[in-house]
C-alpha cells in the first residue's frame, strides 16, 4: 500500500500563539484565589498539550470503556483526585443562589449553559468567531453518527506515526490495514484527540476531508448556529474554520444527548479492539473537578487552548465553553463553580441533558 502523503498546517510550533486576526480578544486575567489543584491540573495540561496528550488519571473502581461495550444506558465516571469526593459534592442540597460576579477568565471567549434547554447563563464574547483546535472533533462525532452505524468496521488507510511526524498533530496510532470500528475510531478521536481518526472517519463517510467538512456545516446550519464554518474533521489551523463559544457549547450539548458519544467523552480510557492498548482520555478535568462528565479539550498556536467542559451538581448538568484561554481548566473550573452557586435552574427545573430542546430557541443575543 503506498505511503499517504500530508500538507496540513503544524498542530504547534513553539509557544502558544496569539489571537488570529479574525475576532482578536486581548487576554484578561485569571483570579488568584483559583485552588491550588486546578492550577496544577492546568500545568500538566500545558505539558501534556506540547506532548500531544498525557495520561488521564484512572483508579481501579473506575471503569473502562472498551470495544466490547454494546449500546447501554449512559454511566457517569466519578471525578477523581479532587479537593472533595465527588460524591459528596454532587448529594448535597443545592445552595440559595448567590450574587457573586462571574469570574474573570484568561480566555478571550466563553459561554455557560444549562444543557437541558440551552439557556445562556453567562457569557463573554459569546459570538466573536475564533479558532477551536480540536474542539471540532465534537462536531466530527455528531456528523459521524448520523451518516454511520457506531457498530460499523473501517478499513484504515492512515500511518498515524506518519501523519504525526509530518504535521505535529496528536493521533492514536492507526496503522494502514487496521479494521476498527466507528465507536473505536470515535474514542481514539474524542479521548486521545487522533487527528488520524479523525481523518480515518471522513473518509470512510465521505470520500475525501473536504466532502465531510460540508456535512459538518450543514449540521451547523441545521443547529441555528450562525458563527461557525468548518474546512476540516480535526481542527488544525485553516482560514475558513472557525467557530464561536456560544456554537461550540450547543454543539457539546447536543454531544451530551447521545449515550455512547457522552459515555465515550466522560470515562478515563477505552479500549479499542486492536493491539495498541488502552487510550487514556487526555482531559484532566475528569480527574479534577467534583462531578466533571466531559467533554473536549484543543489546543494549537493560532487558537490558544480551548475547552467544551461538562459537569454534573445538585441535579444540574451545565456545559461550559473557553476559547483563546490561557489557563482552560482553570477558566472551566471557576465558570462552573460560579454558575453552580449563583445561578438557578434555567430550564424550569433538574437539568438532565437528555431532555435538551432545540438549541436554535435559545441564541443569545447579539
Known amino acids: 500500500m503506498s505511503r499517504r502523503r500530508y500538507s496540513y498546517t503544524p498542530r ?12 482578536h480578544i486581548p487576554d484578561r486575567t485569571s483570579s488568584p484565589l483559583l485552588p491550588v489543584m486546578l492550577i496544577t491540573g492546568s500545568v500538566l495540561i500545558v505539558v501534556g498539550l506540547l ?6 488519571l484512572e483508579s481501579p473502581s473506575t471503569r473502562v470503556l472498551s470495544a466490547s461495550d454494546g449500546p447501554q444506558p449512559l454511566q457517569r465516571v466519578p471525578a477523581q483526585n479532587a479537593a472533595a469526593p465527588a460524591e459528596a459534592v454532587i448529594a448535597e442540597q443545592p445552595p440559595v443562589p448567590g450574587d457573586d460576579a462571574p469570574p474573570q477568565i484568561t480566555g478571550g471567549a466563553a459561554v455557560v449553559m444549562e444543557a437541558s434547554c440551552g439557556a445562556v447563563l453567562h457569557s463573554l464574547n459569546a459570538h466573536t468567531q475564533l479558532p477551536p483546535a480540536s474542539l471540532t472533533k465534537i462536531a466530527t462525532a455528531l456528523v459521524a453518527v448520523d451518516y454511520m452505524d457506531m457498530d460499523q468496521v473501517i478499513d484504515v488507510s492512515i500511518d498515524g506515526g506518519a501523519l504525526s511526524m509530518q504535521t505535529d498533530a496528536t493521533v492514536m496510532g492507526l496503522k494502514p490495514g487496521q479494521q ?3 465507536a473505536d475510531l470515535i474514542g481514539g478521536m474524542m479521548m486521545r484527540s487522533g487527528n488520524d481518526a479523525a481523518i480515518t472517519i471522513a473518509e470512510a463517510i465521505s470520500g475525501t476531508e473536504e466532502a465531510f467538512a460540508g456535512l459538518m456545516n450543514q449540521k451547523a446550519a441545521a443547529l441555528g448556529l450562525e458563527d461557525t464554518h468548518f474546512a476540516n474533521s480535526h481542527g488544525l489551523d485553516d482560514p475558513q474554520h472557525y467557530t464561536s463559544a456560544f456554537d461550540i457549547a450547543v ?7 447521545n449515550p455512547r458519544l457522552a459515555q465515550i467523552v466522560g470515562a478515563p480510557s477505552y479500549t479499542p479492539n486492536w493491539d495498541g492498548g488502552s487510550l487514556q482520555n487526555i482531559n484532566l478535568l475528569l480527574g479534577n473537578y467534583p462531578g466533571a462528565i466531559g467533554i473536549k479539550t484543543g489546543y494549537t498556536d493560532l487558537a490558544g ?17 473557553v476559547l483563546q484561554s490561557s489557563d482552560p481548566y482553570v477558566d472551566a473550573s471557576s465558570l462552573l463553580d460560579w454558575a453552580f452557586n449563583n445561578t438557578a435552574p434555567a430550564c424550569g427545573g433538574p437539568a438532565q441533558a437528555g431532555a435538551a430542546s432545540t438549541p436554535a430557541a435559545q441564541v443569545a443575543s447579539r
Not at 13 to 23: D, L, S
Not at 51 to 56: H, V
Open 12 to 23: 504547534r510550533n513553539g509557544r502558544p500563539g496569539r489571537p488570529v486576526a479574525r475576532g
Open 305 to 321: 487552548a480551548t475547552i467544551v467542559g461538562a459537569a454534573e451538581r445538585y441535579g444540574r448538568t451545565l456545559v461550559v465553553s
Open 180 to 182: 476498527l470500528s466507528l
Open 251 to 257: 454543539l457539546g450539548q447536543q454531544l451530551l444527548q
Open 51 to 56: 506532548a500531544g496528550g498525557g495520561d488521564a
